[in-house]
C-alpha cells in the first residue's frame, strides 16, 4: 500500500504565492507519476501538474507558467510551487501517485486565494 500526506496548504491573497508538498511512504516502485490534482465546490476533479520519474512534466494549461512541479525520487516527494495565484485557484488540492496501473491520493489540502 501507498500512503500520501500533503502540507502547505492555506489562506493567500491574490498574486501571492505557496508551495505544497507531499511525501509518499509504502511501497514505492521506480516508475511513477506523482502529481497535484485539485477540485473546487461543484466542479469534477481537474489535474493542475503532474511529473514522471524520469522529469517530464504536463501541466494545465491555467496554471501553466505560473506553478511548477518539482520532485525528489530518493525521497519520494512531490512539491507544486504556486506562484502568481488568482482566485478561481481556490480549491482543494490533491497529491496523486500513479504506479502499476493504481491511482492512490492524498487526503488533501486546501487552497484559498482571496481577492
Known amino acids: 500500500q501507498v500512503q500520501l500526506v500533503e502540507s502547505g496548504g492555506g489562506l493567500v491573497q491574490a498574486g501571492g504565492s505557496l508551495r505544497l508538498s507531499c511525501v509518499a511512504s509504502?511501497?514505492?516502485?521506480?516508475?511513477?507519476?506523482m502529481g497535484w490534482y485539485r477540485q473546487a465546490p461543484g466542479k469534477q476533479r481537474e489535474l493542475v501538474a503532474v511529473?514522471?520519474?524520469?522529469?517530464?512534466?504536463n501541466y494545465a494549461d491555467s496554471v501553466k507558467g505560473r506553478f511548477t512541479i518539482s520532485r525528489d525520487n530518493a525521497k519520494n516527494t512531490v512539491d507544486l510551487q504556486m506562484n502568481s495565484l488568482k482566485p478561481e485557484d481556490t480549491a482543494v488540492y490533491f497529491c496523486?501517485?500513479?504506479?502499476?496501473?493504481?491511482?492512490?491520493w492524498g487526503q488533501g489540502t486546501q487552497v484559498t486565494v482571496s481577492s
Open positions: 511529473i514522471a520519474s524520469g522529469g517530464s512534466t
Open positions: 509504502g511501497t514505492i516502485f521506480g516508475f511513477n507519476t
Open positions: 496523486n501517485l500513479y504506479q502499476r496501473k493504481a491511482d492512490y
